[in-house]
C-alpha cells in the first residue's frame, strides 16, 4: 500500500523501525517490517510516520528534513552519532549527545576561531555556536542571555557548561588575566566539592549551579558569579553501593602528598565509615594508579582494581583543585583549614555509639573503640572534646516559666539520636564548607563595570531510582519548573508572537504541567507547605505528614499512591510511608522516611554553639553567618529552618532572572545506561527527546519561523549607505526590495507586521548579508536600486498592459454584439415579411398574364368597354391584395397563400369570360380566324400551365426544403431548451437543496450549539486522555529502565500492557503480530481495571462470526448486539467490520449484492481512508502542500457545512447518478507554490460514492481515477460532505460528462479495469453485475 513507501513504526528496543505499510484501519496500521522473517507491528496512527526518501543522510538541522517528526528525529540523531556527530540543532535548539570518549580537536583552539562570529547554522552543529549566539545577541539587543543545559545524569551537562565558559573566556576574556583563568577554574574546583559518582554517571553534578558572565561597555569580559542550589548532603553519610560521596574526599585520599595525609590521618577510603558502605575504588590512569600505596587502596580496590573515565583522574586532580584554589586567592594556610575540615568530616563518620549497661536515663554513649575518632575529629575541627562529645550524645533544653526562661537542662539521646546528630553535624559542617568555597570563587570573579551578562545554568537532571528522597523531591520539581519555562519560551511565547504578527501558523497542543507544580508548590495545600507545617509541630512524624499530603490532594491526577508505581517493591511500601508524582518524564515513587529531617537545615543548640566556639577559624567564619536563625533558639519549640522553603525562593529568583533574559537552550543526551562510546539505545534516547519537548518543538517548527529582526534594525544597519531616494523607503518596503534583490526564496521568510521570519537554518544565509564589506554593500544598493527600477517599470507596464488588454476586450465585445444584434433582427424580420415578399412577388408576375387579356380586350366590336372594365377590376384586386399584404401587421402563410388561389381563380374565369366574348363576335365573321385565335391561345394557355406546373414543381420543392429547414432548426431549439430545462432543473434543485440545507440548519442550530459545547467537552476529554495515556507509557517505561539490572523489580508486562485499552481493531489481532501502544483507547484512565478490561475483551473475542473476515465466515451474515457498528443512517446494525482488512473491505464493495453490507462496507472504507488521509496531510513533507483526493475548494466547502447536515443523506440520493465539474490549480513544484497549473477537476457520484474522479490539464494528459482501483488518490468525502450540491454552477449533464470522459480514453481505461470497479452504476454499464 501506498506505492510501497517506507515508514517508521515504533519498536520497544530501537525506538522506531522501518517497514511499509500493510493493512490500515479507522484507529490502527499495520506495518510489516522490512525483514520479512519479523513480526508486523500494529500502531496508531499518531506512532506511524513516513521515511525520508534517503533514509541514510544526515543534516544538521533536523529541520531540513523533508518530513519533521520524532522518528526522522531519532535516525538522524543515530546517523550522526555513528559518525562521531554529536550536535545537531533543531531550529535553534541544540542537542547534545554524550560520546562517551575523546573527540580530537572538536574543542581546540582552532575550533574555537572558526565559530567566533559566525552565525547559527553556517558552521555545523557546535556548543561553541549557541555560546556564540548568546554573545550576538547580547550585543546587538543589547539584553543579558542565559543559556540552558538540561539533560538527566549522564547526558554531559558539565562538560557542556565547561566548554561554555571556556569558549566566551578564550574568545572576550584574555584582557582580563586572571579572571579568564579563575572563571575556566572554578568549574572543577567546584566539581571536586559538590560532584560524585553515581550509578548512571561517573561525574554527576549534585547540586545546581548558573554560573554567570558579566560583560562591559565594550562586551568584554569583567567578572562572573556563581549561584548554587540543594546540594545533596545525605550523600555525605551514605551512599548506594556503586555510587561514591563526593570527588573531594577520594581526592584527599588518593592525591595528597603523604606529609598532608600523615596530619590529617588518611588511609584508605574503606577506613572511613563515610565512604565504605559505597565504591571505594579511585578513578586513574594507568600511570597515576602506579603511584598509590598499598595502604591507600581499598579492599574493593585490591579486588576489582581502579575505576576509568576519560575525564577524572583522583590523583592528578586533588593538584588541579589544589591549583584552582590558590588561583581564587585562597592561602596555603586556608587550603590547609578546608582540607582539615573535609578529614574531620570522614573522622566524625567513624564515632559510634552504643547504650551504656548501668545507665537508666535513657541515653547513650561513645564507644571505646571511636575514643580515637572522637580525639582526631576535636583536634581538626578546633573543638572541644569532651564538649564534642557531650554535644554527641545530648542536647540543651531551656525550659521556660510564662515569660521568664528557665534553666538549662541536658536531655540525653538515644543511639539513634545521637547518630542523626553526628550525621546533621557532618552534613552541616560540609555544606557550609562548600558554601564558603562558592563565596570565594565569588569573590575572586568581581563585576563592578558590569552592563549585562550571559547566563549558563547547569542544574540536576531529572532523577529517579529505586529509593527516591528529599533531594530528588526538590531536583524534579526545579526540573519541573525548567520543563514549564521551556513550554513558555519556545512554544507558548513563540506561538503568541507569531499570532500577533499575522504569520498564520497551526497552533500546536502540548502538555502543560502547572498542575504539577500546584501540588507541590501550591499555598496551604502544596506538598511543601504541609511538609513546612509538620516540622513545626511538637513532634514530627513521616505517616502523619504523609497522610495529610494524600488527604488534601485526594483527586489530584498528578498524585497517587505507591502501590500503583510500575516497580513491584514499590507496592510493598505503605500509603502513609509515600507517594507517587506522575512528571513531566514519568511516575516517581517518593519515600517520606526522612522528609521532615532533610528539609530541617538547623543543629541542635548544642552543636551550634560547640561549632562557633570553635578554634578554627575557618569553621567559626562558615557557621558565622550573622543570622539569627543559625543560632537557634532554646526556648519553645525545637529549631526549624526550612530547606524546602529556601529551595523555592532561590528557584524563584532563579526563573525571575530566565524570563527577564533571551534564551538558549541545549538538551544534553545520554546514549545508553551502560556509558560506552558508539552505544545507541533508541528507545531510552526516545523518552528523553519526549521528556525533553522535541516532538512539540519538531511541530511547531514544521510550520514555524524561529530567527527574526526588525524591520528597523535591519534598515538601520544599511541606512548610512543608502542614496537619499532609497533612504526615505519605509523600512518594511526596504527589506522587501532587499529581499527580492538578493532573489532570496520567498518559502525561506515571512514578513511579520513588525519583524521579518526566516525558516530555520535560513538566518545564516542573511547574516551573510549583514556582515558584508563597504564594496559589497555599495554592489547591494545598486541591486536595491535596480530592483525599485525594475519593480516601478514593471508596475506600468502592467497596467498599460492591462488598459490595452480593456480596450481590445471592449472592442471584441462590441464587435460581436452588433453581429448578434444583426442576425437577430434578420431573422426576426426574415420570418415576419419573407412570407409577404414571395406572394407579392408571385402577384407581380401576374401582371405578364394581363396582356393578352388586354389584347382580347382590344378586339371586341361589342362589349369592349365592360371587358376592359373586367381587366382593370382584375388589376385593382391585384393591388388591393398587395396594399393588404404590406399594411396587415400579421398575415399567416396560410391566409396569403387562399388570397392567392383566389386571384388566380378570377384571372382564370376573366380570361374564359373574355374568351367567350371573342368568339361570339367572331363566328359569323371569321370561323377560320377564330379557330386559329384560339388554337394559339390554347398553345399559350397550355405553354402557362407548363410553365405554371414547372414553377409550382420548384416553389414544392424551395417550400419542402425551407420546411427540412425549420425542421431542424425546430428541433435544435427544442434541443437546446430541453438542456436549458435540464440546467434550469439542476439549478431549481440545487436551490432547493440549498434551502432545505439551510432550513435544516436552522433546525438544528441549537442542537449544533449542544453539540459543539459537548465536542469541545471530548474534545478536551480525549487531549487529557491522550496526555495521561502518554504519561502512563513514559511511567511504564522509567520503570523499565528503573528495573533493567533486575527484571524481578518490574510488574508483569501484561498488567499493564495498553493493548487491554484499545479498540476492538487491536484486540483480535492475527497470529504472530505484535501489538503497541495506541495513544487512545476505550480505557477509563480515572477508574481502570486490568481484570475487567480483560473480561470484556475476552466476552468481545467469543463471538464465533461478528468481526470475522468473508474469508472466515460459514453462515450468511446476520446482525448482532455484541460488536456491533451502528449505521449511520440508522437502517441496520452491522456486524465490526473493524477487524477486516482493507482488501477484504474493497474485494467485498466489488463483488457484494447484499445491500445492507455494501453499504456499511462502504461506510467503514470511507472512514479508513479519511484517517489515513488525515495521517498523510499530518505527515506530508516541510513546505510542500497536501495533495488532496478533491481540490482546495471542495476541501474548503467540507470544511464549512454543517456535519449534522452533511451526514444525512435522502433516499433519492442512493441510487441516483449526479455529475460535477469545478476548476482547481494545482502547484507544479512544491518548492515554487506561485507556479501553478489550472485546469478541471470532474467527479461522477454514484448514490453518495465517488465512482468516477478526472482532471484535465491544458497540454497534459488527464488523470482518470475509477473507484474500486484508485480509491488512495480519489476524493475520500461522500457526496453531502463535499458540498457540491450547492455550489453554483458545479453540477453537469451526464452527456457532458461522458463527453470529457470518453475523449481523454477513459471508455477504454474501464473496459480494461470492469472487473475491479466497486461502483454498482459502472457494473450494471459494462454488464458484469453479479447475481
Same mark, same amino acid.
Given at each position: 500500500?501506498?506505492?510501497?513507501?517506507?515508514?517508521?513504526?515504533?519498536?520497544?528496543?530501537?525506538?522506531?523501525?522501518?517497514?511499509?505499510?500493510?493493512?490500515?484501519?479507522?484507529?490502527?496500521?499495520?506495518?510489516?517490517?522490512?525483514?520479512?522473517?519479523?513480526?508486523?507491528?500494529?500502531?496508531?496512527?499518531?506512532?506511524?510516520?513516513?521515511?525520508?526518501?534517503?533514509?541514510?543522510?544526515?543534516?544538521?538541522?533536523?529541520?531540513?528534513?523533508?518530513?519533521?517528526?520524532?522518528?526522522?528525529?531519532?535516525?538522524?540523531?543515530?546517523?550522526?552519532?555513528?559518525?562521531?556527530?554529536?550536535?545537531?540543532?533543531?531550529?535553534?535548539?541544540?542537542?547534545?549527545?554524550?560520546?562517551?570518549?575523546?573527540?580530537?580537536?572538536?574543542?581546540?583552539?582552532?575550533?574555537?576561531?572558526?565559530?567566533?562570529?559566525?552565525?547559527?547554522?553556517?558552521?555545523?552543529?557546535?556548543?561553541?555556536?549557541?555560546?556564540?549566539?548568546?554573545?550576538?545577541?547580547?550585543?546587538?539587543?543589547?539584553?543579558? =542571555?542565559?543559556?540552558?543545559?538540561?539533560?538527566?545524569?549522564?547526558?554531559?551537562?558539565?562538560?557542556?557548561?565547561?566548554?561554555?565558559?571556556?569558549?566566551?573566556?578564550?574568545?572576550?576574556?584574555?584582557?582580563?588575566?586572571?579572571?579568564?583563568?579563575?572563571?575556566?577554574?572554578?568549574?572543577?574546583?567546584?566539581?571536586?566539592?559538590?560532584?560524585?559518582?553515581?550509578?548512571?554517571?561517573?561525574?554527576?553534578?549534585?547540586?545546581?549551579?548558573?554560573?554567570?558572565?558579566?560583560?562591559?561597555?565594550?562586551?568584554?569580559? %569583567?567578572?562572573?558569579?556563581?549561584?548554587?542550589?540543594?546540594?545533596?548532603?545525605?550523600?555525605?553519610?551514605?551512599?548506594?553501593?556503586?555510587?561514591?560521596?563526593?570527588?573531594?574526599?577520594?581526592?584527599?585520599?588518593?592525591?595528597?602528598?603523604?606529609?598532608?595525609?600523615?596530619?590529617?590521618?588518611?588511609?584508605?577510603?574503606?577506613?572511613?565509615?563515610?565512604?565504605?558502605?559505597?565504591?571505594?575504588?579511585?578513578?586513574?590512569?594507568?600511570?597515576?594508579?602506579?603511584?598509590?600505596?598499598?595502604?591507600?587502596?581499598?579492599?574493593?580496590?585490591?579486588?576489582?582494581?581502579?575505576?576509568?573515565?576519560?575525564?577524572?583522574?583522583?590523583?592528578?586532580?586533588?593538584?588541579?583543585?589544589?591549583?584552582?584554589?590558590?588561583?581564587?586567592?585562597?592561602?596555603?594556610?586556608?587550603?590547609?583549614?578546608?582540607?582539615?575540615?573535609?578529614?574531620?568530616?570522614?573522622?566524625?563518620?567513624?564515632?559510634?555509639?552504643?547504650?551504656?549497661?548501668?545507665?537508666?536515663?535513657?541515653?547513650?554513649?561513645? +564507644?571505646?573503640?571511636?575514643?580515637?575518632?572522637?580525639?582526631?575529629?576535636?583536634?581538626?575541627?578546633?573543638?572541644?572534646?569532651?564538649?564534642?562529645?557531650?554535644?554527641?550524645?545530648?542536647?540543651?533544653?531551656?525550659?521556660?516559666?510564662?515569660?521568664?526562661?528557665?534553666?538549662?537542662?541536658?536531655?540525653?539521646?538515644?543511639?539513634?539520636?545521637?547518630?542523626?546528630?553526628?550525621?546533621?553535624?557532618?552534613?552541616?559542617?560540609?555544606?557550609?564548607?562548600?558554601?564558603?568555597?562558592?563565596?570565594?570563587?565569588? =569573590?575572586?570573579?568581581?563585576?563592578?563595570?558590569?552592563?549585562?551578562?550571559?547566563?549558563?545554568?547547569?542544574?540536576?537532571?531529572?532523577?529517579?531510582?529505586?529509593?527516591?528522597?528529599?533531594?530528588?523531591?526538590?531536583?524534579?520539581?526545579?526540573?519541573?519548573?525548567?520543563?514549564?519555562?521551556?513550554?513558555?519560551?519556545?512554544?507558548?511565547?513563540?506561538?503568541?508572537?507569531?499570532?500577533?504578527?499575522?504569520?498564520?501558523?497551526?497552533?500546536?497542543?502540548?502538555?502543560?504541567?502547572?498542575?504539577?507544580?500546584?501540588?507541590?508548590?501550591?499555598?496551604?495545600?502544596?506538598?511543601?507547605?504541609?511538609?513546612?507545617?509538620?516540622?513545626?509541630?511538637? #513532634?514530627?512524624?513521616?505517616?502523619?505528614?504523609?497522610?495529610?499530603?494524600?488527604?488534601?490532594?485526594?483527586?489530584?491526577?498528578?498524585?497517587?499512591?505507591?502501590?500503583?508505581?510500575?516497580?513491584?517493591?514499590?507496592?510493598?511500601?505503605?500509603?502513609?510511608?509515600?507517594?507517587?508524582?506522575?512528571?513531566?518524564?514519568?511516575?516517581?515513587?517518593?519515600?517520606?522516611?526522612?522528609?521532615?529531617?532533610?528539609?530541617?537545615?538547623?543543629?541542635?543548640?548544642?552543636?551550634?554553639?560547640?561549632?562557633?566556639?570553635?578554634?578554627?577559624?575557618?569553621?567559626? =567564619?562558615?557557621?558565622?553567618?550573622?543570622?539569627?536563625? +543559625?543560632?537557634?533558639?532554646?526556648?519553645?519549640?525545637?529549631?526549624?529552618?526550612?530547606?524546602?522553603?529556601?529551595?523555592?525562593?532561590?528557584?524563584?529568583?532563579?526563573?525571575?532572572?530566565?524570563?527577564?533574559?533571551?534564551?538558549?537552550?541545549?538538551?544534553?543526551?545520554? *546514549?545508553?545506561?551502560?556509558?560506552?562510546?558508539?552505544?545507541?539505545?533508541?528507545?531510552?534516547?526516545? +523518552?528523553?527527546? /519526549? %521528556?525533553?519537548?522535541?516532538?512539540?518543538?519538531?511541530?511547531?517548527?514544521?510550520?514555524?519561523?524561529?530567527?527574526? +529582526?526588525?524591520?528597523?534594525?535591519?534598515?538601520?544597519?544599511?541606512?548610512?549607505?543608502?542614496?537619499?531616494?532609497?533612504?526615505?523607503?519605509?523600512?518594511?518596503?526596504?527589506?522587501?526590495?532587499?529581499?527580492?534583490?538578493?532573489?532570496?526564496?520567498?518559502?525561506?521568510?515571512?514578513?511579520?507586521?513588525?519583524?521579518?521570519?526566516?525558516?530555520?537554518?535560513?538566518?545564516?544565509?542573511?547574516?551573510?548579508?549583514?556582515?558584508?564589506?563597504?564594496?559589497?554593500?555599495?554592489?547591494?544598493?545598486?541591486?536595491?536600486?535596480?530592483?525599485?527600477?525594475?519593480?516601478?517599470?514593471?508596475?506600468?507596464?502592467?497596467?498599460?498592459?492591462?488598459?490595452?488588454?480593456?480596450?481590445?476586450?471592449?472592442?471584441?465585445?462590441?464587435?460581436?454584439?452588433?453581429?448578434?444584434?444583426?442576425?437577430?433582427?434578420?431573422?426576426?424580420?426574415?420570418?415576419?415579411?419573407?412570407?409577404?415578399?414571395? %406572394?407579392?412577388?408571385?402577384?407581380?408576375?401576374?401582371?405578364?398574364?394581363?396582356?393578352?387579356? /388586354?389584347?382580347?380586350?382590344?378586339?371586341?366590336?361589342?362589349?369592349?368597354? /365592360?371587358?376592359?372594365?373586367?381587366?382593370?377590376?382584375?388589376?385593382?384586386?391585384?393591388?388591393?391584395?398587395?396594399?393588404?399584404?404590406?399594411?396587415?401587421?400579421?398575415?399567416?402563410?396560410?391566409?396569403?397563400?387562399?388570397?392567392?388561389?383566389?386571384?388566380?381563380?378570377?384571372?382564370?374565369?376573366?380570361?374564359?369570360?373574355?374568351?367567350?366574348?371573342?368568339?361570339?363576335?367572331?363566328?359569323?365573321?371569321?370561323?377560320?380566324?377564330?379557330?386559329?385565335?384560339?388554337?394559339?391561345?390554347?398553345?399559350?394557355?397550355?405553354?402557362?400551365?407548363?410553365?405554371?406546373?414547372?414553377?409550382?414543381?420548384?416553389?414544392?420543392?424551395?417550400?419542402?426544403?425551407?420546411?427540412?429547414?425549420?425542421?431542424?432548426?425546430?428541433?435544435?431549439?427544442?434541443?437546446?431548451?430541453?438542456?436549458?430545462?435540464?440546467?434550469?432543473?439542476?439549478?431549481?434543485? #440545487?436551490?432547493?437543496?440549498?434551502?432545505?440545507?439551510?432550513?435544516?440548519?436552522?433546525?438544528?442550530?441549537?442542537?449544533?450549539?449542544?453539540?459543539?459545547?459537548?465536542?469541545?467537552?471530548?474534545?478536551?476529554?480525549?487531549?487529557?486522555?491522550?496526555?495521561?495515556?502518554?504519561?502512563?507509557?513514559?511511567?511504564?517505561?522509567?520503570?523499565?529502565?528503573?528495573?533493567?539490572?533486575?527484571?524481578?523489580?518490574?510488574?508483569?508486562?501484561?498488567?499493564?500492557?495498553?493493548?487491554?485499552? #484499545?479498540?476492538?481493531?487491536?484486540?483480535?489481532?492475527?497470529?504472530?503480530?505484535?501489538?503497541?501502544?495506541?495513544?487512545?483507547?476505550?480505557?477509563?484512565?480515572?477508574?481502570?481495571?486490568?481484570?475487567?478490561?480483560?473480561?470484556?475483551?475476552?466476552?468481545?473475542?467469543?463471538?464465533?462470526?461478528?468481526?470475522?473476515?468473508?474469508?472466515?465466515?460459514?453462515? *450468511?451474515?446476520?446482525?448482532?448486539?455484541?460488536?456491533?457498528?451502528?449505521?449511520?443512517?440508522?437502517?441496520?446494525?452491522?456486524?465490526?467490520?473493524?477487524?477486516?482488512?482493507?482488501?477484504?473491505?474493497?474485494?467485498?464493495?466489488?463483488?457484494?449484492?447484499?445491500?445492507?453490507?455494501?453499504?456499511? %462496507?462502504?461506510?467503514?472504507?470511507?472512514?479508513?481512508?479519511?484517517?489515513?488521509?488525515?495521517?498523510?496531510?499530518?505527515?506530508?513533507?516541510?513546505?510542500?502542500?497536501?495533495?488532496?483526493?478533491?481540490?482546495?475548494?471542495?476541501?474548503?466547502?467540507?470544511?464549512?457545512?454543517?456535519?449534522?447536515?452533511?451526514?444525512?443523506?435522502?433516499?433519492?440520493?442512493?441510487?441516483?447518478?449526479?455529475?460535477?465539474?469545478?476548476?482547481?490549480?494545482?502547484?507544479?513544484?512544491?518548492?515554487?507554490?506561485?507556479?501553478?497549473?489550472?485546469?478541471?477537476?470532474?467527479?461522477?457520484?454514484?448514490?453518495?460514492?465517488?465512482?468516477?474522479?478526472?482532471?484535465?490539464?491544458?497540454?497534459?494528459?488527464?488523470?482518470?481515477?475509477?473507484?474500486?482501483?484508485?480509491?488512495?488518490?480519489?476524493?475520500?468525502?461522500?457526496?453531502?460532505?463535499?458540498?457540491?450540491?450547492?455550489?453554483?454552477?458545479?453540477?453537469?449533464?451526464?452527456?457532458?460528462?461522458?463527453?470529457?470522459?470518453?475523449?481523454?480514453?477513459?471508455?477504454?481505461?474501464?473496459?480494461?479495469?470492469?472487473?475491479?470497479?466497486?461502483?454498482?452504476?459502472?457494473?450494471?454499464?459494462?454488464?458484469?453485475?453479479?447475481?
Amino acid at each position: 500500500m501506498d506505492e510501497g513507501r517506507e515508514v517508521w513504526a515504533p519498536d520497544p528496543n530501537d525506538g522506531y523501525k522501518l517497514g511499509r505499510i500493510k493493512d490500515i484501519k479507522s484507529d490502527a496500521i499495520t506495518v510489516q517490517p522490512l525483514n520479512p522473517n519479523e513480526k508486523p507491528i500494529i500502531a496508531g496512527y499518531d506512532q506511524v510516520f513516513p521515511c525520508e526518501e534517503y533514509r541514510d543522510k544526515d543534516v544538521d538541522d533536523n529541520c531540513a528534513l523533508m518530513f519533521l517528526n520524532e522518528a526522522t528525529l531519532l535516525n538522524n540523531l543515530r546517523l550522526r552519532y555513528m559518525k562521531n556527530a554529536i550536535y545537531t540543532y533543531v531550529a535553534n535548539i541544540l542537542i547534545a549527545i554524550n560520546p562517551y570518549m575523546e573527540l580530537q580537536k572538536l574543542y581546540s583552539k582552532d575550533t574555537i576561531k572558526a565559530y567566533m562570529g559566525r552565525s547559527l547554522g553556517s558552521m555545523p552543529p557546535h556548543v561553541f555556536a549557541i555560546a556564540d549566539k548568546g554573545y550576538r545577541d547580547m550585543k546587538v539587543l543589547k539584553e543579558s =542571555q542565559s543559556i540552558i543545559v538540561s539533560g538527566e545524569s549522564g547526558a554531559g551537562k558539565t562538560e557542556s557548561t565547561k566548554y561554555i565558559l571556556k569558549y566566551l573566556t578564550e574568545c572576550w576574556g584574555t584582557h582580563a588575566g586572571p579572571i579568564e583563568q579563575r572563571i575556566v577554574e572554578s568549574n572543577p574546583l567546584l566539581e571536586a566539592f559538590g560532584n560524585a559518582k553515581t550509578m548512571r554517571n561517573n561525574n554527576s553534578s549534585r547540586f545546581g549551579k548558573f554560573v554567570e558572565i558579566h560583560f562591559d561597555a565594550k562586551f568584554q569580559v %569583567c567578572g562572573g558569579h556563581i549561584s548554587h542550589y540543594l546540594l545533596e548532603k545525605s550523600r555525605i553519610c551514605v551512599q548506594n553501593e556503586e555510587e561514591r560521596n563526593y570527588h573531594i574526599f577520594y581526592r584527599l585520599c588518593a592525591g595528597a602528598p603523604a606529609n598532608l595525609r600523615q596530619q590529617l590521618r588518611l588511609t584508605s577510603p574503606d577506613q572511613f565509615h563515610y565512604l565504605r558502605r559505597g565504591c571505594t575504588q579511585y578513578f586513574c590512569r594507568k600511570e597515576t594508579e602506579k603511584s598509590l600505596n598499598q595502604n591507600q587502596k581499598s579492599q574493593q580496590f585490591l579486588k576489582r582494581g581502579c575505576l576509568r573515565d576519560i575525564t577524572i583522574d583522583d590523583v592528578s586532580d586533588f593538584q588541579l583543585t589544589d591549583v584552582a584554589m590558590t588561583h581564587m586567592g585562597i592561602t596555603n594556610e586556608e587550603k590547609f583549614s578546608i582540607y582539615s575540615i573535609i578529614a574531620g568530616v570522614l573522622h566524625l563518620g567513624n564515632i559510634t555509639f552504643e547504650d551504656p549497661q548501668d545507665d537508666t536515663t535513657g541515653g547513650c554513649q561513645v +564507644t571505646s573503640e571511636s575514643t580515637e575518632s572522637l580525639k582526631l575529629t576535636s583536634h581538626l575541627l578546633g573543638c572541644d572534646e569532651e564538649g564534642l562529645r557531650e554535644s554527641l550524645v545530648s542536647r540543651i533544653m531551656q525550659t521556660s516559666h510564662g515569660t521568664r526562661r528557665g534553666s538549662a537542662i541536658m536531655v540525653p539521646l538515644k543511639m539513634s539520636e545521637a547518630q542523626n546528630a553526628r550525621d546533621a553535624l557532618a552534613k552541616a559542617v560540609y555544606a557550609r564548607l562548600f558554601d564558603y568555597i562558592v563565596s570565594r570563587v565569588n =569573590q575572586s570573579l568581581p563585576f563592578t563595570s558590569s552592563k549585562s551578562y550571559i547566563g549558563v545554568l547547569d542544574i540536576a537532571g531529572f532523577e529517579y531510582f529505586q529509593m527516591n528522597s528529599f533531594e530528588q523531591f526538590c531536583i524534579n520539581y526545579c526540573n519541573e519548573k525548567l520543563q514549564q519555562f521551556f513550554n513558555e519560551r519556545i512554544l507558548k511565547e513563540e506561538q503568541a508572537l507569531y499570532e500577533k504578527e499575522g504569520l498564520k501558523v497551526k497552533k500546536i497542543h502540548y502538555v502543560d504541567n502547572q498542575d504539577c507544580i500546584d501540588l507541590i508548590e501550591g499555598k496551604g495545600v502544596g506538598i511543601f507547605d504541609i511538609l513546612d507545617e509538620e516540622n513545626k509541630l511538637p #513532634r514530627p512524624a513521616t505517616e502523619h505528614f504523609t497522610a495529610e499530603v494524600h488527604k488534601k490532594n485526594k483527586d489530584h491526577y498528578r498524585l497517587s499512591i505507591p502501590r500503583k508505581s510500575k516497580l513491584k517493591m514499590h507496592r510493598e511500601i505503605r500509603d502513609d510511608e509515600g507517594f507517587l508524582i506522575r512528571h513531566f518524564a514519568g511516575a516517581v515513587c517518593y519515600h517520606t522516611g526522612q522528609f521532615i529531617e532533610k528539609n530541617n537545615d538547623a543543629l541542635h543548640t548544642s552543636l551550634e554553639v560547640l561549632v562557633l566556639k570553635s578554634k578554627s577559624q575557618l569553621l567559626k =567564619q562558615i557557621f558565622d553567618t550573622g543570622d539569627q536563625q +543559625t543560632t537557634g533558639q532554646v526556648q519553645g519549640k525545637l529549631n526549624f529552618i526550612s530547606v524546602g522553603n529556601k529551595f523555592r525562593s532561590q528557584l524563584s529568583l532563579l526563573m525571575e532572572k530566565l524570563r527577564s533574559t533571551g534564551t538558549s537552550f541545549i538538551r544534553c543526551i545520554k *546514549p545508553n545506561s551502560k556509558m560506552i562510546d558508539h552505544l545507541f539505545e533508541g528507545t531510552q534516547i526516545l +523518552t528523553q527527546l /519526549q %521528556c525533553s519537548g522535541m516532538p512539540s518543538v519538531l511541530d511547531l517548527m514544521h510550520q514555524g519561523f524561529p530567527s527574526r +529582526t526588525q524591520f528597523a534594525e535591519l534598515y538601520a544597519m544599511y541606512k548610512h549607505y543608502m542614496p537619499p531616494n532609497i533612504a526615505r523607503l519605509d523600512p518594511r518596503l526596504f527589506c522587501k526590495a532587499l529581499f527580492k534583490a538578493l532573489g532570496l526564496n520567498e518559502n525561506d521568510f515571512k514578513f511579520g507586521l513588525t519583524k521579518v521570519f526566516f525558516r530555520p537554518g535560513k538566518f545564516a544565509e542573511f547574516d551573510q548579508i549583514m556582515k558584508s564589506d563597504p564594496e559589497h554593500l555599495a554592489l547591494l544598493i545598486q541591486k536595491v536600486q535596480k530592483w525599485l527600477l525594475q519593480m516601478r517599470w514593471r508596475k506600468c507596464q502592467w497596467c498599460a498592459l492591462s488598459v490595452i488588454k480593456l480596450k481590445n476586450k471592449i472592442e471584441y465585445r462590441k464587435r460581436f454584439f452588433t453581429t448578434i444584434q444583426s442576425c437577430i433582427r434578420t431573422w426576426r424580420l426574415k420570418r415576419e415579411y419573407g412570407p409577404r415578399i414571395k %406572394c407579392m412577388t408571385k402577384i407581380r408576375m401576374l401582371h405578364q398574364q394581363l396582356e393578352p387579356m /388586354q389584347r382580347l380586350a382590344g378586339q371586341l366590336k361589342k362589349d369592349k368597354e /365592360q371587358a376592359q372594365a373586367k381587366v382593370a377590376a382584375l388589376i385593382g384586386e391585384m393591388n388591393v391584395m398587395i396594399d393588404k399584404i404590406q399594411k396587415t401587421k400579421h398575415v399567416s402563410q396560410s391566409e396569403i397563400d387562399r388570397f392567392y388561389d383566389n386571384l388566380m381563380r378570377m384571372m382564370d374565369g376573366t380570361l374564359l369570360r373574355l374568351q367567350e366574348m371573342v368568339n361570339e363576335e367572331r363566328v359569323a365573321e371569321e370561323q377560320e380566324k377564330l379557330r386559329k385565335i384560339q388554337d394559339e391561345m390554347e398553345k399559350e394557355r397550355k405553354k402557362k400551365e407548363e410553365e405554371e406546373r414547372t414553377r409550382r414543381a420548384e416553389e414544392e420543392k424551395k417550400r419542402q426544403e425551407e420546411e427540412e429547414r425549420r425542421r431542424k432548426e425546430e428541433e435544435k431549439r427544442r434541443r437546446e431548451e430541453e438542456e436549458r430545462r435540464q440546467k434550469a432543473e439542476l439549478e431549481e434543485r #440545487r436551490k432547493k437543496e440549498e434551502e432545505m440545507r439551510k432550513k435544516m440548519e436552522e433546525e438544528e442550530k441549537v442542537h449544533a450549539e449542544v453539540m459543539k459545547k459537548q465536542r469541545e467537552i471530548e474534545e478536551a476529554a480525549r487531549l487529557l486522555q491522550q496526555q495521561r495515556m502518554e504519561q502512563e507509557r513514559k511511567d511504564r517505561e522509567l520503570a523499565l529502565r528503573l528495573a533493567a539490572e533486575d527484571q524481578s523489580l518490574v510488574e508483569d508486562p501484561s498488567r499493564y500492557d495498553y493493548s487491554v485499552s #484499545r479498540r476492538r481493531t487491536v484486540h483480535n489481532k492475527a497470529p504472530g503480530q505484535r501489538i503497541l501502544p495506541l495513544p487512545s483507547g476505550n480505557m477509563n484512565l480515572f477508574n481502570s481495571s486490568p481484570q475487567l478490561n480483560s473480561q470484556m475483551m475476552i466476552q468481545q473475542q467469543s463471538s464465533p462470526i461478528y468481526g470475522q473476515p468473508p474469508s472466515a465466515m460459514t453462515s *450468511p451474515l446476520t446482525p448482532g448486539n455484541d460488536f456491533a457498528a451502528f449505521d449511520p443512517f440508522g437502517k441496520q446494525k452491522f456486524a465490526d467490520l473493524s477487524k477486516w482488512q482493507y482488501a477484504e473491505l474493497r474485494d467485498t464493495i466489488n463483488t457484494s449484492c447484499d445491500v445492507e453490507l455494501l453499504e456499511a %462496507c462502504r461506510q467503514e472504507f470511507q472512514r479508513r481512508l479519511r484517517v489515513y488521509n488525515e495521517w498523510r496531510m499530518k505527515n506530508k513533507k516541510a513546505n510542500d502542500p497536501f495533495d488532496h483526493g478533491a481540490p482546495e475548494s471542495v476541501m474548503e466547502m467540507a470544511n464549512q457545512l454543517n456535519p449534522f447536515v452533511a451526514g444525512k443523506v435522502t433516499g433519492a440520493q442512493v441510487e441516483e447518478q449526479r455529475y460535477f465539474r469545478i476548476p482547481f490549480s494545482r502547484p507544479v513544484d512544491p518548492f515554487q507554490p506561485n507556479n501553478v497549473v489550472t485546469g478541471w477537476w470532474l467527479a461522477h457520484f454514484d448514490g453518495k460514492w465517488i465512482a468516477r474522479q478526472m482532471e484535465i490539464y491544458p497540454n497534459r494528459p488527464a488523470v482518470l481515477l475509477v473507484a474500486g482501483v484508485d480509491d488512495m488518490k480519489m476524493c475520500e468525502m461522500t457526496l453531502p460532505q463535499t458540498g457540491l450540491t450547492v455550489k453554483q454552477n458545479a453540477e453537469i449533464l451526464e452527456q457532458e460528462f461522458e463527453q470529457e470522459w470518453n475523449r481523454n480514453g477513459g471508455a477504454a481505461m474501464l473496459q480494461v479495469r470492469r472487473n475491479q470497479v466497486s461502483s454498482k452504476y459502472l457494473q450494471m454499464k459494462l454488464g458484469v453485475v453479479r447475481n
